[in-house]
């Protein structure tokens, strides 16, 4: 049992930064109609310019104090959600009323320029980002959780509520909503769809630096500080699939069962079916995105698209 | 009476003809005297290049197919070029050392490799049917990982983790006359396998060419357009989007399986690993034809050419250490450590920048700038 | 009619001459002295040799690509200083940037090959095997960079270092000699051709030292790694052999803490990073679990004369030059093709057959002690690399982050581990 648990615990960890993925994602396609192919390359960028802040810049003494883990968070954030705003500024609006996959192969466009300049610009940096958890832990009864594996399910949940705040109650949200429904309507109306989408933007950039900076730091898959972490984002793909392109909600429960789904398999697979192997937990996510994909196209939580042909 | 001219025709036969005006014509016979010449001529350096230019361009014909004309875009690539390599290296003879394998002529692994393609194509786009745009692009993405895992497992076909030697011999014989596409000897003078490849790669290129381009210019190719611009209307009209939309899949994944074969040819020896068989290989043919010009056959042509030699060009001509001019910023840099692109990075830089630039200026590509080139000396003087 | 027989037998005696005159300056040579210089070939003018290197100079890799290039230089560098391979002849290297990726590489190889006279460095192992395969049918010569057990055998090839498959052997037979007997032993593997390498050896030693692997687990690189370590934190195992790089090993590593599992870790070198032994968040658990199983000497040990002759060299042309782990495997391998090169041009002969011919001539590669000296036979199938391997622990502020506990040692186990092919 306890292995369950342990496996579960690990599951959530790996989810919670999926889901923070998966939320950068939705946004975007919420206002937007595209999916942003270079979400992952944000936030390998968010993850670049923490460590800027944190080890070049040694601002308030680096990461592991509070005031340097904000401060440098703060600075990223701002950062690559200028980057994504400018990008959509310049570049995707544009593309308003281009086939969808020109858009799409824009987004991968932007996706391939992250590695040059990452590398050409910081190298190879050894080593991480340090978080105030560091690799402390908290035991509840047998298990063992990383305290920043709790921080990141924390901020994922803080993420989600303030989604919901911003799209239920503040004036921008209402807009973005507007605009997902109805471009052309939404102008009439008088909102500034041209801020909706630059916003949005900006929004996705600053989600995907609170993820990068998680991920780099210490929780999921791969701490540490290099370009393989845009991989990792790849398998957000399967979450936004699951909960539903368009639902923040959707998003946290497709990243979090994406997750746990990928360690149960990885720890109970190998005994029961040694021919599978370890590495089918790795495309476990991709075939429950086409089972989804196949059964009920709009995910679970998403909305319903009907074109019958 | 005047002569059937591009823009100018009276029958639709004649509306369909490949080459009709003497220009083209003469085009046709010289790209033919290049063909037959260049590889002869070329060193090795540069016929690397434009034998693996030869290779994208057979795959991106296919994808335009699929992406271009039938608007089903598609990031499967990767996967069908694996398939046909590995077929390649289990039925061409290149395991036959370990015992593994058949030794077989270049034609029969060929054939095989485009069947297996149209299967597995057929078998995937029985399911793309449902999915379009946004959600076939992550489907396919996914192929991907799901192809890798694949090879990785199936040891007995790829070689597992060790991969898979090619065949060193890709001998095509038909009747009596034969040639050893590897170790060619043409006109007595014996070539090395760049050449022999340069042969094979271009030879096919001008097949699927002739065939893209065939089923395009008639009704299916119209049904195809049909579907990528309203598919609802389409069915409505009454093209059947089941036929469309999975033929389309499986002739793009038949060329992009021949296209496969080629590739280990040209690798001789293939690992299954994200580096060789990854997503990024599906990117560069996605931009290919992004580049080259989206549903145009000598665009996807040309645009293979100029990715495939990009990081030849950038290595010939972008000076070691070379920075902005007065403000003396380093922009390209040879040390580490130091400021600047290396080439490599600059080459992967340059070739993101092209596909974003393209894409917003000139989302016709290459072909468009070509086709605006032609208008403007077919208008001359009256170009504005 | 005599005088057709006189013409065919005057017409002998000059074949006989010109044969004579042509082959008894080469026998002369060949008899110990450089008397002549060997005749010119692609990559040889008479002047300079040319040596081929495939590497990443930038991309992911190029930490691995840049030292190792370094490591080729400096020793060439230093080496030219005093006149070059016999004196006389200065090597030139002609670098061709692979980015890790088998297009690039094999371009660049196509470029250069006609250049040079055989290939200094090829790195990766794909690219190797590509590289390989066109070796092969161009009968040319290389020095692969990395340890794998493939390249022992190919006489196309000139492997240098202890063969991963050695490393792990030894590691296992030194911790059963430390504390080791009766415990618990796993062994966690990277799906690929080096973790498959590094967990052959380990097999292999554990039949010869009558021992069990209790457990294998196997990840892909940067994937998800709780599940596997946490089967083996739920087996109990109390060592683990680790097959991994070293981007994994943060990443291994932090599971293991989060999950209490403080097994004895047996890594091989590759898993290895300078930084991590000062790592806040790790460097005191590997510091506790950590054992390196790589080769030779701590870097600036100058009690071994290879090392001291490397750092002699390193101060005088590439004194920016950090320790590193790869430049000294660098140095080595130009180490290694010096030998062969002296021995061909003792022969004479500067061309593929004749590089080939004195690598299956040179005997024993030496080394003084910085990498184990590698014995070269007849042919590809009779060589026998070194069996040797350095344990270390972790030590900020040593060299490299390492503190060699034992330098150089080998064991049975390792000794009969055997290669494919």
Known sequence: MTKFFNLLQDGLALGAVYALVALGFVVIYRATGVINFAQGGLVVFGAFLVYQAQFTWDWFGGGSTWPGFIASALFAIVCVAAVGAAFEALVLRRMIGQPIFAIILITIGLFLLVEPITTTVWHNPPGGIETPFGLQRITISDVRILQVNIATVVLGALVLGGFFLLFQYTKAGVAMRATAVDQEAALAQGISVRRVFALSWAIAGAVAVVAGMMLAGGAGPAPGLSVSLAVIALRAFPAIILGGLDSPGGAVVGGLTIGVAEVMAKGYIPDRFPALGAEFGDIVPYLIMLIILLVRPFGLFGTREVRRV | ?384 | MRGKKLGRLLGGLTAVALALGLTAPAALAGGGHTGKTPPDVPGFDGKTIKLGVITPESGPASGIGRPLTNGNRVYWESKNAKGGVGGKYPVELSIEDSQYRVENALQGYDKIKGDVVAFQQVLGTQIVKSVLTRLKAEKGFGGPASLEGLWVKEKNLMPVGTPYQALSANGLDWYLKNGGKGKKICAMAQDDEYGAAGLDGATQASKTLKVKIDKTVRFATTSDVSAQVGELADANCQAVVLVALFNDTSSIVTKMIGRNFSPQILGLAPTWLSGFAANADFGSFLQQNYVWLGFGPAWGDESVPGMAKMIADVRQYSPGQEPDTYFPFGYSQAWAMDQILEKAVKNGDLSKAGITKASNQVGTLKFDGLVGDFKYGKSGTDRNPPRVTTIAKPAPGQPNGLQIIELNITSDAAKKVKFQR
């Open chain 2, 1 to 384: 009476m005047a002569r059937a001219n591009r823009t100018m025709v009276r029958s639709y036969t004649d509306d369909l003809r490949l080459f009709p005006t003497p220009a083209k014509r003469v085009g046709l016979v010289a790209l033919i005297a290049l063909y037959l010449l260049v590889p002869y001529l070329i060193n090795d350096e540069w016929g690397s290049v434009l034998a693996l230019a030869g290779i994208v361009a057979i795959g991106a014909i296919g994808l335009n197919l699929l992406t271009g004309y039938t608007g089903q875009p598609s990031l499967g690539m990767a996967a069908f070029i694996g398939l046909g390599a590995f077929i390649a290296g289990y039925y061409g003879g290149g395991r036959i050392e370990d015992g593994i394998g058949y030794d077989l002529n270049l034609f029969v692994y060929l054939l095989m490799a485009v069947v297996a393609g149209a299967v597995v194509g057929f078998l995937i786009g029985l399911p793309a049917l449902r999915l379009r745009g946004n959600y076939l692009v992550i489907v396919t993405l996914g192929l991907v990982f799901v192809a890798l895992y694949v090879w990785k497992k199936w040891t007995t076909f790829t070689g597992g983790n060790e991969g898979s030697p090619m065949p060193v011999k890709a001998d095509l014989s038909i009747g009596f006359w034969s040639i050893d596409f590897l170790k060619p000897t043409v006109f007595g003078k014996e070539l090395g396998p760049k050449q022999g490849l340069m042969y094979l790669a271009w030879g096919l290129v001008i097949v699927v060419a002739l065939l893209v381009k065939n089923i395009v210019r008639t009704r299916p190719g119209r049904a195809l357009q049909a579907v990528r611009d309203r598919d609802v209307a389409a069915e409505v009209v009454g093209v059947s989007l089941f036929r469309y939309k999975v033929g389309a899949f499986v002739i793009s994944s038949a060329i992009a399986a021949a296209a496969g074969v080629l590739y280990g040819l040209y690798l001789g020896f293939l690992t299954p690993d994200e580096t060789s068989l990854g997503l990024v290989l599906s990117i560069q043919f996605l931009a290919v034809i992004v580049v080259g010009g989206i549903s145009t056959i000598y665009g996807s042509i040309l645009g293979a050419v100029l990715v495939g030699a990009l990081p030849k060009l950038i290595e010939e001509f972008v000076p070691d250490n070379w920075n902005v001019p007065i403000l003396g910023w380093p922009i390209v840099t040879n040390e580490a450590g130091s400021t600047g692109f290396s080439k490599g990075a600059l080459a992967t830089a340059i070739y993101a920048l092209l596909i974003i630039v393209f894409l917003v200026f000139e989302p016709r590509g290459l072909a468009g700038i070509w086709r605006r080139i032609q208008a403007y000396f077919k208008t001359w003087p009256f170009s504005y």
